[in-house]
């Protein structure tokens, strides 16, 4: 598959833009925050970093959309897209190099972010292997907002519209377990909403437990949004 022009295209147009560096600060300074002032590390008298990583997805909410919303809408806008549609590229491949490209920048910022466990590790005993199943936990969390985004963007058209409604689906996909615990909801409403949600499948990731069903919600899921990606483009290439 050719996938390393698109990718290489995108990649580059990220950090030829303030976006990437933006994005990539961001990250850091609210993570930075969350972890020394909102989770109290320094207090809960306890080497674990759950709490910290438990509010990365809330992060995402606001981050990610700002990683894709021009993916698709500024292609649209600036007429680019047309012109890449003929190109001797497959529709999926196209959409891959793009969510590669956005899964780099997302790795060398959650990368980054690995400077802050390891800079409290003298303080305290931590776990690797569960700080290793939180790393993964919400590098899969930041591939399915990313595809997510990448499909959204695909459907909007302009970027601020794509963040939007980028933005809302992450909430609701984010947030939708929550419900259960300020409603008193049906068991059966209430096992659908955890099904669909982030946070209930990432909370074993959390735990330091890799769970298969989990894992493969992820896989899944991120799938499905770039196939759908893909099919948005071969519609409006033939339309």
């Not at 969350?34 to 509010?55: D, K, M, P, W």
């Not at 196209?94 to 003298?122: D, E, H, Q, T, Y």
Request: hydrophobic share 55%; charged share 10%.
């Amino acid at each position: 598959m050719k996938l390393s022009p698109v990718a290489k295209k995108e990649l580059a147009s990220y950090f030829n833009s303030p976006i990437a560096y933006i994005v990539v600060v961001a990250y850091l300074f609210v993570t930075a925050i969350v972890l020394f002032f909102l989770n109290g590390f320094f207090v809960q008298n306890e080497a674990s970093l759950r709490g910290y990583f438990g509010f990365v997805p809330i992060i995402f909410i606001f981050l990610i959309p700002a990683l894709t919303m021009r993916s698709w809408a500024e292609e649209r806008k600036s007429g680019t897209l047309e012109i890449l549609l003929t190109l001797p590229f497959r529709e999926a491949e196209v959409v891959a190099g793009k969510f590669l490209a956005a899964m780099a920048l997302l790795g060398c910022m959650i990368g980054l972010s690995v400077i802050l466990p390891l800079s409290l590790n003298r303080l305290g005993s931590f776990d690797a292997g569960q700080i290793f199943c939180q790393y993964f936990g919400i590098i899969l969390v930041g591939a399915c907002g990313i595809s997510m985004g990448l499909l959204i963007s695909s459907l909007s058209s302009n970027q601020i519209s794509s963040y939007i409604f980028c933005g809302l689906a992450l909430l609701a996909f984010t947030l939708a377990g929550q419900l259960n615990e300020v409603l008193s909801l049906p068991g059966w409403l209430a096992a659908s909403l955890n099904a669909a949600s982030f946070s209930f499948h990432f909370d074993s990731f959390a735990k330091g437990i890799i769970d298969t069903r989990d894992l493969a919600y992820f896989v899944i899921l991120c799938a499905v949004f770039l196939f759908l990606n893909a099919q948005v483009l071969i519609r409006r290439k033939w339309s």
